[in-house]
């Protein structure tokens, strides 16, 4: 029989990382494609829960019984009440090896010398605020000079010591977790656990596990400092990927009416 080309096996889509860096017009994103799909995934939602007042009802409390009841009334009324989204966070873990890229070094270089650093590196600095990069100097912004007088060694630095300064705030950049059509969430890293299991010559881990802890952002985690909502491009984004992924969650809910439909048909006598 000719080969006709043709493929049974399905194409996998691999899930992602996607990281959108300098604030720009059109943000470019650095996307971490996943080398293997993880075998399974750990997700779990916590509703929001109603803050609990401390009260203690003794017999010597001079508390007033419409006081009590006006308690248990807001009690009553908070237990079902729902203002957020519920949290959502899952784990995963990512398996990195470099044994097939090291068996081709012309083709794979970076990967020759530093095994699977640099993919490790990649998400670790999803962890990492946003800011002066060091490698443009010895320590960034602060800058020290060394000089012998005496025998001594004296120093100076461009921070000067014991005087406060008002830190500016940073924040860890917005990641798109991508899996497949379904789910494309803006998330948070919360944790990040690595086990480096070989090593080359020069000790850069060959093969590394790297679990994953991802908190997702809802549109109340997007807003600013002040508590306003955030604005640019890279948030617009992430919002638009959370209704997206929620939109298709109510969209699933709604199909399965139709199992609804069969199961009550299923109940009634024949």
């Not at 530093?114 to 960034?140: F, Q």
């Not at 991802?214 to 109340?220: E, G, I, R």
Request: hydrophobic share 40%; net charge negative; aromatic share 8%.
């Amino acid at each position: 029989m000719a080969n006709t080309g043709y493929s049974r096996t399905p194409k996998l889509l691999k899930g992602a990382l996607i990281y959108f860096g300098a604030p720009m017009l059109i943000p470019i994103p650095n996307i971490i494609i996943f080398q293997y799909n993880p075998e399974t995934m750990s997700r779990s939602l916590t509703p929001w829960q109603p803050p609990q007042r401390a009260i203690k009802w003794g017999e010597n409390d001079s508390i007033d019984p419409a006081h009590r009841l006006d308690d248990l009334t807001r009690d009553q009324r908070l237990s079902l009440s729902q203002p957020f989204d519920p949290a959502e966070t899952f784990s995963l873990t990512l398996e990195l090896d470099a044994t097939d890229a090291l068996e081709a070094p012309d083709s794979h270089p970076v990967a020759t010398l530093t095994g699977v650093a640099d993919r490790i590196a990649a998400i670790e600095m999803l962890l990492y605020p946003p800011g002066d990069s060091l490698l443009g100097g010895l320590l960034g912004s602060v800058s020290a000079s060394v000089s012998f007088s005496g025998g001594g060694l004296s120093g100076s630095f461009g921070a000067d010591a014991g005087v406060e300064t008002q830190l500016t705030r940073r924040e860890v950049p917005i990641v798109l977790f991508f899996w497949g059509p379904g789910r494309i969430v803006p998330v948070r890293i919360t944790s990040m656990t690595i086990e480096e299991q070989q090593f080359s010559p020069l000790l850069y881990p060959i093969r590394a596990k790297a679990t994953l802890g991802v908190k997702v952002l809802d549109l109340d985690d997007l807003v600013t400092v002040s508590g306003d909502a955030a604005t640019g491009a890279t948030v617009e984004i992430a919002k638009a990927c959370y209704k997206f992924t929620r939109g298709q969650k109510e969209a699933l809910a709604l199909a399965n009416l139709a199992n609804s439909v069969e199961s009550i048909i299923g109940m009634l006598p024949i």
